[in-house]
Structure formats: structure tokens, C-alpha cells
């Protein structure tokens, strides 16, 4: 499990997270929720060891992640942000490839090229393949980055709001892609999501962020309510069936 | 076995080296090929700087717009130059030996470098505008206070300082020479042994530390290469603003890769052909009327355009 403890970081004097005290549980999926500007990608930077935080500790499996190094970080956790650019020309295959560096640092086994083919075929890549980055869409591009993640086969996926681009069909196999990695390979999965649909159909756990503190925390069935969501984004959000499945409603 | 395209490329160059060297050969060959060969040695130098510089800065900025010299690197060089004039005065200055001037020049260059551009790079790295806009600011401030400098100089100085600053390859000085293709070597054999590292780093910081790149440090190491690729080329010609933009695009359209092992012997080799070419043009053609500058900057330029106009540069 990932353990934050009284974690506080400010951006130029403005507190963006104060006092985040909160555990992920390993072998789960856990959504983090929250209004814009609530402090999600930012937790989720912190945690990757992307900025240096002012205060706190932040433990994966009782190990201190900020005292571990960087190669040692990358066997444990990949993680894909939201801004996903590279200004040279590269193949998708290429970039997939690159999951594989934690391991090969260059030179490929014929592991990895299975490792590889397997990440493409999960996230229908495979007629993308050899099409360069910027020749593909917003979300070819996108899923082509969730795929250099997979490949990477870490413990931990983490993901800043990974649906943004994809469409209906995409979105739902990216999420059943990674159900699957929690039920049957045991990864553990820390998620930003915007749309609660997908948070309370495939989540485990959820942690909801507001205004840079925990609103609340806990399993889904537990804590995600229409009184905690609605008072969450300030909207009314009604909880209702559908088709034997649960559903929020909150469009209008 | 290497890149057929990398081998086409070496063959065109050794082919234009050839002809520098023996076109209009007559009189005291000797004597005229030793004047040849330095200048040859000193164009194929600052070739390879520019196209390693250039493909270098690309991939830390993670911009195919931005070059070291767009950014203000050389400018800064010529500052320092200045500085370095007018304090010691231009009979100091001139006490130096070309060797130690260079080196001292380079290892400040170098300093000023790291800590301006590591700055700069923290900063504006999410920000592409910001980060040309600031390069540009940098660069004009640089000249501005090169300019202001040199009006408090005296005349001798002036001309000491100006020889420096506009590109010439008529008297290239063997000392920073041969220093230039030690420093060369070695930052090759660096490049060569970390080039697979230069791939992953091109996917951005954040990728790259995700990968467990250890990016800082690199990220330090190559601007010390950068600063010292831009010492050795500025100290032996000037600035030449428009090359390295140049050449790394050409470089990317006719490799289509994204792996340093080709794309810096590519940029590299382009632009030692281009300056090569582009001498021969200068001094044969042309009869030395313009400066070797415009004719790159010239028909570089036309031939960038060309390219773009077709859609082969992307």
C-alpha cells in the first residue's frame, strides 16, 4: 500500500495540499475524485516523485519513496500524466518500447518485445503500431502512453485522468484492461477520474479531494453517497439503477 | 553496419572536402594545401558542434523550434569574449595565448551556461512561448550589453573583439584548433556510450524520471556539452544564427527515427557538408564578395523552405 502522511505543498505561498493524511490500498483500484483544482494531479505528482513536497512522508510499502532512487522508483510505479508530447519523430511501437527501459536500458530481449506486443494488443494498438506519434489522434496518442505504462509492469499504474480523449468504446476496455490487472495479475491501480460512472462501476476504493484536503475516503460502497458526492462538486447527484447497475445522474 | 543514409551523407562530404581541397590547386601546392586544410579542419569542426549542439538542446527542451543559438548561447559567448577583453585590456588580452583564452573562455561559458539555462529550463518547460520568448529576450540582452561594452572599449580593442564576432573561416587559429578537436572527441565519446539514455530523455522530463533516468544530472551534463559544442564553434567562426535550426530539421525528415545513435551523426554530418559546400560556393563562386553567413543563411534558408513547402519537413 502507498501510506501519505501529513503531506502539505504549496505553490509560490499558496497552499495546493495541506495536511493529506491517506493510504492506498495495494491490490485495488482507487479513484481519486474531486472538483477542478481540488489537488488530484498534484497528489498523484507528489506521490511519483515528480516535485519535492515541504512537508510529509510518503511510504510504499513501508519503504520511503522519497529516499529511494530513481530506476529503483520506475521497477515500482509507471505512471502516465496528462501533458503527453515528445517533439522527435517516434513510432508508437518505439515508444511502447520505452516501458521496457527500467529493465533493458536499450537493448531488448525477446521478452520485451513479447512484453511490448502484449501492451499493444491490450490497448488495440496493434494496426498503429509503426504510424508516428503526431501522425495519430488525441486518444491513439493517449492510449499509446497507458501502453508504455503497462509494458513498464509494475506494481503500481498510476493515472492522471486517463479517459480524457478516449472514446465510449476505448474508455470501457482501457478499464476493463485494468480491472483486469488488479483481479487477476494483483497490481494495484490509482486512478484520476472525472466521470463518477466510471468511477462507481469499476473503482474499489475512492479518495475524494477538495480544495487541497480529503473530503472523504474509504471503499466505494461505503462512502460514495448522493449526500457525500453532491456535497463534494456542490451539484445535486442522484444515485439510481439502471438495468441492474448502479448509475449516478447528475447531466441536469 | 551503419545507416545507409549516414554513409550517403559521409561520402558527399569527403567528396566536397576533396574538392575544397584540390579545386584551382597550383603554385606552392604544399603551402596552399596546409592554408586549405586548416580551414577545412576548422569548417568540418564547427559542422559537427552545431549539428550535435542543436539536436542536444532539442531534445532537453523537448522543442524542435528552440537551437542553442535561437536561445542566446552564442551571444552569451560573445559577451563573455568582450568582458574578458575589456577587463583584461586589449594588450592582456592579447598576452593570452589563443589556447588559454579559448580554454578560459570555454570553462566560463560553460559555468554561465549551467546556471542561466538550468534555471530557464525549470522554469518555462511546460511553456513553449515563454521558453522562446525568454531565449529571445536573453539573446538581445546579451548583444545589447556586448554593443554598450564595446562603446566603452577603445578603438584597438574594438577591432580585437569584432574580429571575433562575425564568421570567418580565413583565419581560424591552430591552438583553439586543436583544442576544439579534443574537446570534440571527447564529448563524442560521451554521446556514443550515453546515446540510448538521449532517446529517453527526448520523451520529456517527466518520462523520462518515470523511466528512472536520473534527469537532473543528465540534464546538467549536456548543457555543459552544449556550452562547450557552442564555445568551440563561436570562438573559431561566430555565430551563424540560422544553421542549426537547419540541419536538425534536415536531420529529423531524412532519418525518421527518433534514436540519437542516428539523428546526431546525421545533424552532424549535414552541417559540416553544408559549411564545406557553402565555402567552396563562397570562396570559388562567389569570388569572396558577401560572407560565407549569407550564403548558408541564404540558401539554407531557400532550401528549408522548399522543403516545407513539400511537406517532407515536419
Known amino acids: 500500500m502507498i501510506k501519505v502522511s501529513e503531506l502539505t505543498y504549496s505553490i509560490a505561498g499558496t497552499p495546493i495540499l495541506h495536511d493529506i493524511n491517506v493510504t492506498l490500498p495495494a491490490g485495488r483500484i482507487t479513484a481519486l475524485i474531486g472538483p477542478n483544482g481540488a489537488g488530484k494531479s498534484t497528489l498523484l505528482h507528489l506521490i511519483s516523485q515528480q516535485i519535492p513536497f515541504d512537508r510529509g512522508r510518503i511510504t510504499m510499502g513501508g519503504l520511503d519513496l522519497a529516499k529511494t532512487t530513481a530506476p529503483a522508483r520506475a521497477l515500482k510505479m509507471a505512471v502516465v500524466g496528462q501533458q503527453l508530447g515528445v517533439a522527435s519523430r517516434i513510432r508508437i511501437r518505439d515508444l511502447v518500447g520505452f516501458g521496457r527501459w527500467p529493465y533493458n536500458h536499450g537493448r531488448p530481449t525477446p521478452k520485451d518485445q513479447e512484453k511490448i506486443s502484449e501492451a499493444l494488443s491490450h490497448f488495440d494498438l496493434i494496426g498503429l503500431q509503426d504510424r508516428f506519434l503526431d501522425e495519430v489522434s488525441g486518444g491513439q496518442r493517449q492510449r499509446a502512453f497507458i501502453a508504455m505504462a503497462s509494458a513498464q509492469d509494475t506494481d503500481w499504474l498510476l493515472l492522471d485522468e486517463p479517459l480524457n480523449n478516449l472514446d465510449l468504446h476505448h474508455a470501457r476496455c482501457l478499464m476493463t484492461q485494468l480491472r483486469e490487472k488488479v483481479d487477476r495479475e494483483g497490481k494495484s491501480v490509482v486512478i484520476v477520474l472525472h466521470d463518477l460512472n466510471y468511477a462507481i462501476s469499476w473503482a474499489d476504493h475512492v479518495v475524494a479531494l477538495d480544495k487541497g484536503s480529503i473530503a472523504f475516503e474509504g471503499p466505494l460502497t461505503e462512502v460514495a453517497t448522493t449526500d457525500s458526492l453532491s456535497a463534494l462538486y456542490r451539484t445535486p447527484v442522484v444515485f439510481g439503477d439502471l438495468a441492474g447497475k448502479p448509475f449516478v445522474q447528475y447531466h441536469r | ?314
Open chain 2, 1 to 314: 553496419m551503419p545507416d545507409k543514409r549516414l554513409i550517403w551523407i559521409a561520402g558527399a562530404l569527403l567528396a566536397a572536402m576533396a574538392l575544397f581541397l584540390i579545386w584551382g590547386l597550383q603554385g606552392k601546392v604544399w603551402f596552399i594545401l596546409e592554408l586549405r586544410a586548416t580551414k577545412l579542419a576548422a569548417l568540418v569542426c564547427v559542422g559537427l558542434a552545431i549539428g550535435t549542439a542543436t539536436v542536444l538542446f532539442q531534445t532537453l527542451s523537448n522543442n524542435r523550434i528552440l537551437t542553442p543559438s535561437i536561445m542566446g548561447f552564442d551571444a552569451l559567448f560573445i559577451l563573455l569574449q568582450t568582458g574578458l577583453v575589456f577587463a583584461l585590456g586589449g594588450f592582456g588580452y592579447a598576452q593570452l595565448s589563443p589556447l588559454r583564452s579559448f580554454a578560459l573562455e570555454t570553462i566560463v561559458m560553460m559555468g554561465a551556461a549551467v546556471f542561466l539555462f538550468a534555471a530557464i529550463l525549470h522554469r518555462t518547460r511546460q511553456d513553449v512561448q515563454l521558453m522562446i520568448l525568454v531565449g529571445v529576450v536573453m539573446g538581445l540582452m546579451f548583444r545589447s550589453i556586448t554593443a554598450f561594452v564595446q562603446r566603452l572599449m577603445d578603438p584597438s580593442e574594438f577591432t580585437m573583439v569584432q574580429g571575433a564576432m562575425f564568421a570567418r573561416f580565413g583565419a581560424v587559429d591552430s591552438g583553439a584548433l586543436v583544442a576544439s578537436v579534443v574537446l570534440l572527441a571527447g564529448i563524442g565519446l560521451w554521446l556514443w556510450r550515453h546515446h540510448a539514455i538521449l532517446d529517453v530523455m527526448a520523451l520529456g522530463r517527466a518520462q523520462a524520471r518515470g523511466l528512472g533516468l536520473a534527469y537532473d544530472r543528465l540534464q546538467f551534463q549536456m548543457l555543459c556539452a552544449i556550452a562547450a559544442l557552442v564555445s568551440v564553434s563561436t570562438a573559431l567562426v561566430g555565430p551563424l544564427t540560422f544553421l542549426g535550426l537547419l540541419v536538425a530539421s534536415l536531420a529529423h525528415s531524412l532519418m525518421q527515427s527518433h534514436r540519437h545513435q542516428l539523428l546526431l551523426p546525421a545533424a552532424a554530418l549535414i552541417a559540416a557538408l553544408i559549411l564545406v559546400t557553402g565555402q567552396i560556393v563562397f570562396e570559388r563562386i562567389l569570388q569572396l564578395q558577401s560572407t560565407l553567413a549569407v550564403v548558408i543563411e541564404f540558401s539554407g534558408g531557400l532550401l528549408f523552405l522548399i522543403l516545407l513547402a513539400r511537406g517532407r519537413i515536419r
